[in-house]
């Protein structure tokens, strides 16, 4: 058993005099201490430190990072850790996140350091992935614990974790257990120690019992607290996700910079027109650029009334609103074709205010290079001295303007400063396409557009095009030319199995795609045991992350089979399965998320260029950043700014984007409630107990390494 080294008992004298705090200063408010809001993060190199990093950066809340692994890292020590600012003491660091409780060597001047912080100003610390012992407040797992994987476990939050940090969830907390043959989450399970004080706030069974043993707890000694985390994972996991609000709220105190919520957006494109399907004899599709020209015979999918009330039906049941981004010219041509009548429209124009609407071109161009589709792939037409042959400004221009107009004229609720081109076209696409169509940017001013969809997955990144910003769409994996489940798996086994196995051999010509299959699935059940649950799973992924991006899928996932609903209620009612009331999905139109976006960006190059300071000083939190700049933060629910509330309610909390006036310092005044730091009273003395760090583990118990944890 390891031992447990302890300090000599300070006096308070020496012990502020170590931290450059003045004596008696916690006696008097006006001498209160400043906490600056600004993480301190020891990293391993380990997946634990690094995901919880990846949530401050997320939510663009402001840490120090310290790499053990470099030589020529930082000392921590007292002056590394506080100071005096105008006869202030300062606490540089309102929260520390350690790789485990303690990683450093035996004796060491540093842990000894941060633990006399730690209980001098009531700093917080997580152990972001511990061993379970009774240096962290848990009895070893060799005690009637467990230690191994807890893949496909359902932990639960207790109810102290309810009432606490954890109060956002409804209670569940699975584990994911993606793989049969990949271990991807370990723990340890164990109960709290003997004497310890000790709340678990998140449990899971014990194997062979009828007990329950702690993953996150919160252990309290020598002036300090710790929350004790017991199961390795890393940033994308569902559990980390699910977990990382909690973490953050429990070190900050619920007072910090940043802010994240959660978002799901749904696109549906195409709308009036009609999708071609994908031929199972010919693998590809008729009627598109995949296809030779001449082969199979087009069957389009196109929607009809009885989807719309479909559709309708699902917004009402689950409280969700679709954007429907449309193409004008898909109803002209079928009243042309069918003696001026088209059901599908007059349902979709009656019902109009049920959905939100983007124009998305009117006859769906494609508006970058003119494409040159005698051969598959497509290449871009050249001229005589092999300049490419660009889409004209003005054919780019009617394409967005009479789209426009045919929307009024049908009195459809237009932002018309949003456009999604047809394919995301005008914007690079590489190989055949490697830079944007010059002339779209000029087509984009002409029509007032401000916000410009792109895909994701080939251009992720916010950027300009003319006057507009990119607002990057996630693509689902549910087919645009699939009406039917069968033709879904059939496409998906093409694309995703082997040339032996009758696939297209794109997996092995590029080893680094994650989808590629073993086998070709089952057509009958394929769609709904393999796909369903995988788009379900990474759509989820990406709400969890706090990620606004809207998804994008086609109406003929609306017809025919439906094949969209399946993926989209695993999102939704998984989501409302794991968290409250008070933490709803937030479903916002494009215009409202390419601005949450833009602001974060801006917002995060502040804080990395070190332009935005922040402290907290008793119930006053003083904000200072550039002119202009929105500023976001998370308070306590009861926090005001200037004579009226902060932010608007979620999680438990509030939040919200504000800005600076001529650069003045922003000024919130948190709840006398709100967990707040301190000076320790200037009458007693202080014994500090320094955990060992973690080196040798009782005989029978394994212990993985940091990387256990798999995407």
């Not at 007292?78 to 105008?86: H, M, Y």
């Not at 054919?395 to 999604?420: H, K, T």
């Not at 994996?477 to 489940?485: E, K």
Request: aromatic share 8%; hydrophobic share 35%.
């Amino acid at each position: 058993m390891k031992r447990t080294i302890r300090t000599t008992a300070l006096t308070v004298g020496a012990l502020v005099a170590a931290l450059g705090v003045p004596a008696g200063a916690a006696h008097a408010d006006a001498t209160a201490p400043r906490v600056d809001l600004r993480t301190l993060i020891v990293s391993d190199g380990g997946p634990a430190t690094d995901a919880i990093a990846a949530e401050l950066d997320t939510a663009g809340t402001p840490y120090t990072k310290i790499d053990l692994t470099q030589s020529n890292r930082p000392v921590i020590d007292a002056a590394f850790l506080a100071d005096t600012v105008n006869g202030r003491p300062r606490a540089k660091y309102q929260a520390v996140v350690l790789p485990n409780d303690n990683p450093f060597p035996a004796g060491s001047a540093e842990m000894t350091a941060l633990a006399t912080y730690e209980s001098a100003y009531g700093i917080p610390q997580v152990d972001a992935y511990t061993y379970a012992r009774p240096e962290a407040g848990l009895q070893y797992p060799t005690a009637g614990g467990y230690s191994g994987s807890i893949d496909g476990v359902q932990a639960q939050v207790t109810a102290a974790g309810k009432a606490g940090p954890f109060g956002y969830l409804d209670g569940a907390v699975p584990f994911e257990d993606n793989s049969p043959t990949v271990g991807e989450s370990y723990a340890y399970l164990a109960q709290p120690a003997p004497g310890a004080d000790f709340t678990p706030y998140v449990e899971a069974p014990i194997p062979g019992g009828s007990t329950r043993g702690s993953l996150v707890g919160e252990y309290r000694h020598d002036g300090r607290r710790e929350l004790v985390v017991t199961f390795v994972y890393n940033q994308y996991q569902q559990q980390f996700r699910l977990l990382a609000r909690g973490i953050v709220e429990w070190m900050t105190g619920g007072v910090h910079l940043g802010a994240t919520r959660n978002y799901f957006g749904v696109h549906v494109d195409d709308v009036f027109a009609a999708d071609d399907r994908w031929d199972t004899r010919l693998n590809c599709t008729p009627g598109d650029v995949d296809c030779p020209v001449g082969e199979g015979t087009p069957d389009p999918i196109r929607m009809t009334p009885a989807d719309v009330d479909y559709a309708t039906a699902w917004e009402k049941d689950h409280g969700f609103t679709l954007d429907l981004v449309y193409n004008g010219a898909g109803s002209v041509d079928e009243r042309s074709d069918h003696n001026g009548a088209d059901a599908l429209a007059d349902k979709l124009i009656a019902d109009r205010n049920q959905f939100r609407w983007v124009n998305h071109t009117y006859t769906h161009a494609f508006l970058g290079c003119q494409q040159d589709v005698t051969v598959v792939p497509w290449k871009c037409a050249t001229n005589a001295d092999g300049s490419t042959k660009w889409v004209s400004r003005q054919d780019i221009s009617d394409e967005i303007a009479l789209n426009r107009v045919w929307g009024q004229s049908a009195g459809l609720p237009l932002q018309n400063d949003e456009l999604v081109t047809g394919e995301h076209s005008g914007l690079r696409i590489l190989p055949q396409q490697p830079a944007d169509n010059p002339n779209l940017g000029p087509a984009l001013t002409d029509n007032g557009v401000a916000w410009l969809a792109s895909d994701n997955s080939r251009d992720p990144a916010q950027r300009q095009v003319g006057p507009a910003t990119t607002v990057s769409r996630y693509p689902m994996n549910v087919f645009y030319n699939a009406g039917h489940a069968s033709e879904q798996v059939d496409e998906y086994n093409w694309i995703y199995t082997s040339r032996a196995q009758g696939g297209s051999g794109i997996c092995e010509d590029n080893p680094a795609t994650t989808t590629c299959l073993p086998a070709p699935l089952d057509t009958t059940t394929g769609y709904t045991d393999h796909i369903v649950p995988l788009e379900t799973r990474i759509a989820l992924g990406h709400v969890l992350a706090g990620d606004p991006k809207p998804h994008f899928i086609h109406q003929s996932n609306l017809a025919e089979d439906r094949l969209a609903y399946p993926v989209l209620n695993g999102v939704l009612d998984g989501y409302h399965a794991l968290f409250t009331d008070g933490t709803p999905l937030v479903n916002l139109r494009m215009k409202d998320i390419g601005t949450e976006l833009k602001r974060r960006a801006a917002w995060q190059s502040a804080v990395r260029a070190g332009q935005v300071t922040a402290y907290r000083i008793g119930s006053t939190v003083t904000v200072s950043a550039p002119a202009g700049l929105a500023v976001t933060a998370t308070m306590p629910t009861g926090t005001t700014q200037g004579l009226g509330a902060f932010g608007t309610a979620y999680a438990g909390a509030r939040s919200g984007w504000t800005s600076s006036v001529l650069g003045l310092p922003l000024v919130f005044t948190v709840p006398s409630s709100a967990p707040a730091h301190a000076v320790v009273p200037g009458t007693a003395s202080l014994k500090i107990t320094v955990p060992a760090p973690r080196t040798r583990i009782p005989a029978g118990v394994s212990r993985p390494t940091a990387g256990t944890a798999t995407d």
